[in-house]
């Protein structure tokens, strides 16, 4: 796909994630949400697929490090090992919504909508340089994700845009592919068997 194919995707799972915080009760920011994380820390979490576009769109790399979407979730699963600073930075993100969390997390997809123009230029990401591209789908991906668990959150419909669910589920296939994983997907995927309890690609 063209970078301007996963930019209009990037907005419309941006705006899908947008409407979705705009529905949280006042009584619910605090509420349980995912695991150990309130409302308010899914939120956070959620905008750092906007911040992190941000950031990375002002600093470019030399070189490619990491060709393809797939190979981004390969390189930092070890920095995922350890869900303390996962959820650290999740709690701080949810904290930096401040007494405006709608507000901020809009203000938030804005300066991403911003910083995206339509040179594939090559950025700084946490697992080393990438062309802009390939690392849109990785924000896909997650604001994707987690609007389904915020959905579930709130107790509101949880359907993705199409064309969101299918990015997500085409770089889902990949990641499992580039683990070794392609017979025990298409075996689940074809009722032939399942997938081990509490399987996920990241």
Same mark, same amino acid.
């Given at each position: 796909?063209?970078?301007?194919?996963?930019?209009?995707?990037?907005?419309?799972?941006?705006?899908?994630?947008?409407?979705?915080?705009?529905?949280?009760?006042?009584?619910?920011?605090?509420?349980?949400?995912?695991?150990?994380?309130?409302?308010?820390?899914?939120?956070?979490?959620?905008?750092?697929?906007?911040?992190?576009?941000?950031?990375?769109?002002?600093?470019?790399?030399?070189?490619?490090?990491?060709?393809?979407?797939?190979?981004?979730?390969?390189?930092?699963?070890?920095?995922?090992?350890?869900?303390?600073?996962?959820?650290?930075?999740?709690?701080?993100?949810?904290?930096?919504?401040?007494?405006?969390?709608?507000?901020?997390?809009?203000?938030?997809?804005?300066?991403?909508?911003?910083?995206?123009?339509?040179?594939?230029?090559?950025?700084?990401?946490?697992?080393?340089?990438?062309?802009?591209?390939?690392?849109? %789908?990785?924000?896909?991906?997650?604001?994707?994700?987690? *609007?389904? !668990?915020? /959905? =579930?959150?709130? &107790?509101?419909?949880? +359907? $993705?845009? %199409?064309?969101?669910?299918?990015?997500?589920?085409?770089? *889902?296939? !990949?990641? /499992? =592919?580039?683990? &070794?994983?392609?017979? +025990? $997907?298409?075996?689940?995927?074809?009722?032939?068997?399942?997938?081990?309890?509490?399987?996920?690609?990241?």
């Amino acid at each position: 796909m063209t970078l301007h194919a996963h930019v209009e995707t990037f907005r419309r799972a941006g705006d899908h994630a947008v409407t979705l915080a705009a529905q949280v009760g006042p009584d619910q920011w605090d509420a349980p949400a995912l695991g150990t994380w309130t409302v308010r820390t899914l939120v956070g979490h959620i905008g750092r697929s906007f911040t992190t576009v941000v950031d990375y769109s002002a600093q470019p790399a030399d070189r490619v490090d990491v060709p393809d979407s797939a190979q981004y979730y390969v390189v930092i699963a070890p920095m995922l090992t350890d869900p303390t600073q996962i959820d650290a930075r999740a709690v701080q993100a949810g904290l930096t919504l401040g007494e405006r969390p709608l507000d901020t997390l809009r203000e938030q997809q804005a300066r991403a909508a911003a910083a995206l123009d339509t040179e594939d230029r090559t950025i700084k990401t946490i697992a080393g340089g990438m062309r802009l591209s390939d690392y849109l %789908p990785t924000r896909i991906f997650e604001l994707g994700l987690h *609007s389904i !668990d915020l /959905a =579930r959150a709130i &107790g509101v419909p949880e +359907a $993705l845009p %199409p064309d969101v669910a299918d990015s997500i589920l085409t770089l *889902s296939v !990949d990641v /499992a =592919r580039r683990r &070794g994983d392609s017979q +025990a $997907l298409l075996c689940a995927l074809t009722g032939r068997g399942a997938l081990t309890p509490g399987y996920s690609i990241v």
